[in-house]
């Protein structure tokens, strides 16, 4: 089985140190730094190359939103990770921490599994909001003009399938389940995702799900 790097960043060392038990117990991943600040975190990310930093946003001499725009746009850590973990009254930034890089966003009250489940789903290259967050994201892309810029504009770029393709991951989808969906193979589905995220320069489907919000390609409230 192949281990998982993780390196945890957050002021809180109570905080630090659960999130360390938790995951030593777990098969599998294994945590290799710690920081309680941005700069650390950034810092661990070039000294490390973990796949996911589970990172807190509020921490001193720089937040965790600058640290994830500073990590996503180093090329040499194009692979790292960063799954945002944070409290319950932080939620409304769940759209400028996805729109910074982050793979995904949970709070604070998550259970252990949710947890878990998300630093792998994140090392993997797949998006992971909580349903609060989820809400937040859907609810600021209601409020919103009808969009009119560079996102709107790029969808000339993708074909007809891709498009089809982009606004089911944004709508949750797998690989598998868009495959069911526009019956076709899950290695197809896979490729149109590839290329589209080529197409568009998104690190991962967190930034697929972006896109596909800010060009208009998915209306918020809409269900299929």
Same mark, same amino acid.
């Given at each position: 089985m192949s281990v998982l790097r993780v390196v945890l960043a957050d002021d809180q060392v109570m905080i630090r140190?659960?999130? =360390?038990?938790?995951l030593t117990a777990e098969p599998?991943? #294994?945590?290799?730094?710690?920081?309680?600040?941005?700069?650390?975190?950034?810092?661990?990310?070039?000294?490390?190359?973990?796949d996911v930093i589970v990172m807190d946003i509020r921490m001193p001499v720089l937040d965790g939103l600058a640290a994830t725009r500073a990590i996503a746009a180093d090329p040499q850590?194009?692979?790292?990770?960063?799954?945002i973990l944070t409290t319950f009254d932080e939620d409304a930034l769940v759209f #400028?921490?996805? =729109?910074?890089?982050?793979?995904?966003?949970?709070?604070?009250?998550? #259970?252990?599994?949710?947890?878990?489940?998300?630093i792998r789903v994140a090392a993997a290259g797949d998006a992971l909001?909580?349903?609060?967050?989820?809400? =937040?994201?859907?609810?600021?892309?209601?409020a919103a003009p009808t969009p009119t810029g560079p996102a709107a504009q790029a969808l000339d770029f993708l074909t007809a399938r891709e498009r089809e393709v982009v606004a089911l991951v944004a709508r949750g989808l797998s690989n598998e389940e868009?495959?069911?969906?526009?019956?076709?193979?899950?290695?197809t589905s896979?490729?149109?995702?590839?290329?589209?995220?080529?197409?568009?320069?998104?690190?991962? =489907?967190?930034?697929?799900?972006?896109?596909?919000y800010e060009s208009g390609l998915v209306h918020p409230g809409r269900t299929s």
């Open positions: 140190s659960g999130l =360390r038990a938790l599998g991943l #294994e945590v290799v730094a710690e920081a309680d600040d941005g700069q650390q975190a950034l810092d661990a990310a070039r000294a490390h190359r973990p850590l194009s692979n790292v990770r960063v799954l #400028e921490a996805i =729109r910074a890089g982050a793979s995904g966003f949970l709070l604070k009250d998550a #259970e252990p599994a949710e947890l878990l489940r998300g909001l909580s349903p609060q967050a989820a809400r =937040r994201l859907v609810t600021a892309f209601a868009i495959a069911d969906r526009l019956t076709i193979s899950p290695a896979r490729t149109h995702v590839s290329r589209a995220m080529v197409k568009l320069a998104a690190r991962d =489907r967190a930034q697929l799900v972006v896109f596909a």
